[in-house]
């Protein structure tokens, strides 16, 4: 009797399955931090443009706007025009899920109407998510990071209809474009440096949330009175 030398791979016959939540929780702590960084640069950006000078924005030290980064994850999910299947988390299908031969015979006012709907409803949502971040910092520590009381139709300060027409414009850009080419260049990276990647922003960020909630970040250019 031929004895049984080797044991069959069972690994072959029932493969692991993929985690394909553990890809959208990655993807989406990786979006997190784009949207913060992003929107820092713009707000310094900004500021320089305005007065000549470079100011460290925001809550914390680090290069970091975390309420831009909430509303990057928050468009995202509740507004990307996709499926959360497995082959659009692995890099496989194009941001819209279509053909370029099946969005060409769509044509232009397809475009125009999804970048219409977009736009408001990123409006919304960013508009929303900036009142309730401010009314949150400023009844519980009593800080304003940005004061809109001089601007036409704005609430209290809080928001104004020219950061509403800001949120919508940058939502619709973000959705309809950047999501998606980010999306590629993410999951193109090996897995192991994904995970390294998300782990060193997210001890960065824990350590800068203990530094702010201590000794936050304020001062002329960064508060308001």
Not at 123 to 132: I, K, N, T, V
Not at 203 to 211: E, I, P, T
């Amino acid at each position: 009797m031929k004895k049984q030398t080797r044991l069959p791979d069972f690994h072959e016959l029932c493969p692991p399955e993929q985690n394909y939540i553990a890809d959208i929780i990655s993807l989406e702590i990786f979006f997190f931090f784009v949207g913060s960084a992003s929107g820092f640069l713009w707000e310094v950006f900004l500021l320089y443009l305005m007065e000549g000078t470079y100011v460290n924005r925001g809550f914390f030290y680090g290069p970091w706007l975390p309420v831009y980064g909430t509303g990057a994850v928050l468009f995202h999910v509740l507004l990307a025009h996709r499926s959360l299947s497995a082959g659009s988390f692995s890099g496989a299908s194009d941001s819209a899920a279509f053909s370029m031969r099946a969005r060409r015979k769509m044509g232009f006012f397809y475009h125009l109407q999804r970048f219409i709907v977009l736009f408001f409803l990123s409006a919304f949502l960013g508009s929303f998510l900036e009142l309730a971040v401010g009314y949150f910092l400023d009844i519980t520590w009593g800080l304003r990071y940005w004061d809109y009381s001089g601007y036409p139709f704005h609430f209290h300060g809080y928001i104004c209809l020219w950061s509403a027409l800001g949120f919508g414009i940058a939502g619709a850009i973000w959705i309809g474009i950047l999501s998606g080419m980010l999306r590629r260049f993410f999951f193109h990276l090996s897995a192991k440096t994904r995970r390294n990647l998300n782990t060193i922003l997210l001890l960065l960020f824990v350590f800068d949330c203990a530094a702010a909630l201590i000794f936050p970040n304020i001062g002329e250019g960064i508060t308001f009175p």
